[in-house]
C-alpha cells in the first residue's frame, strides 16, 4: 500500500464534523478540517520527524502510513511534520531503530521508566523511551534540544504502549468499538500488566 499524505490545520481546532477539539486536524479534500476519529484514521497515531531511521521504519511496517504536512509561511512551502501509524507499529520500529535514532531526551525517560517500572523488559523500555521523547521533544523547527521530563508523562506512555502492544484494544477499534468501551474491555489487562512491572516482575502470561 502506498504512503499517503496529509495537509495538517494549525489554526484550527475543531472539527467540523464532530465538532470537538483534537490535537491534529487534518484538511480534506473540500477543505475541511476534521479529526482523526472522524476520518477514519483515529486508530493511528502521530509520530514527529525527530528520528530519519525511527520514521522509515516506521513507514515501512504500517499498512497504512500518512505522512503529515504543514504550510510554513515564512517559506512558502509544506514542510513534513512527522508520520501517522499504528502505535504497535511505531513502538516495534522504535525497538529496531535503538543503535542508530539518536533523539534527545532518550536517556532520561529510559531512566524514568527503569524507575517506576523496574519489571519492563529492558528493549521494551529503551524502545518507549525512544519513542516518547521523540513525541515530547515536538516538531518541525520547534523541536527542542533539552526535554524536560515529566514522571506523569511517561507512565502515560508506558501504559498507551501496553493498551496498544499487549491488548487486542486496536482490533477493537478497528471492528467500529467506541474508544472507552474498547479500554472498558481490556482495562484489566493493562492494569496487571502496569501492576506487574511496578514489582519488578518481567512477565505475565496472556
Known amino acids: 500500500m502506498g504512503v499517503k499524505h ?3 490545520s494549525p489554526h484550527t481546532f475543531e472539527c467540523a464534523e464532530c465538532h470537538r477539539t483534537a490535537e491534529m486536524l487534518l484538511q480534506t479534500r473540500g477543505s475541511q478540517s476534521m479529526c482523526l476519529d472522524c476520518l477514519g484514521i483515529g486508530h493511528l497515531q502521530f509520530l ?3 528520528s530519519a531511521p525511527l520514521t522509515r521504519r516506521a513507514v515501512r511496517a504500517s499498512q497504512e502510513p500518512v505522512v503529515v504536512m504543514r ?3 515564512r517559506w512558502s512551502r509544506y514542510e513534513r511534520q512527522g508520520v501517522l501509524a499504528e502505535p504497535a507499529v511505531i513502538e516495534a520500529a522504535a525497538r529496531d531503530s535503538l543503535v542508530d535514532a539518536d533523539v534527545p531526551g532518550r536517556d532520561e525517560v529510559a531512566a524514568v521508566i527503569r524507575e517506576q517500572f523496574p519489571g519492563c523488559p529492558v528493549e521494551r523500555a529503551e ?3 525512544l519513542h516518547t521523547a521523540a513525541r515530547l ?3 518541525g523547527r520547534q523541536r527542542r534540544f533539552v526535554v524536560k521530563v515529566a514522571p506523569d508523562e511517561v507512565c502515560e506512555a508506558v ?3 501496553v493498551l496498544h502492544v499487549d491488548t487486542g484494544y486496536d482490533d477493537l477499534l478497528m471492528s467500529g468499538a467506541d474508544r472507552d468501551e474498547a479500554r472498558a474491555q481490556v482495562a ?3 492494569a496487571a500488566i502496569l501492576s506487574a512491572w511496578r514489582d519488578g ?3 505475565l502470561d496472556p
Request: avoid cysteine; aromatic fraction near 4%; charge should be neutral.
Open 188 to 190: 484489566d489487562r493493562v
Open 71 to 73: 504550510w510554513n509561511t
Open 127 to 129: 524502545a518507549i523511551a
Open 6 to 8: 496529509a495537509r495538517e
Open 48 to 50: 514527529p520527524a525527530a
Open 201 to 203: 516482575v518481567a512477565m
Open 159 to 161: 501504559e498507551a504502549s
Open 137 to 139: 521533544g515536538g516538531r
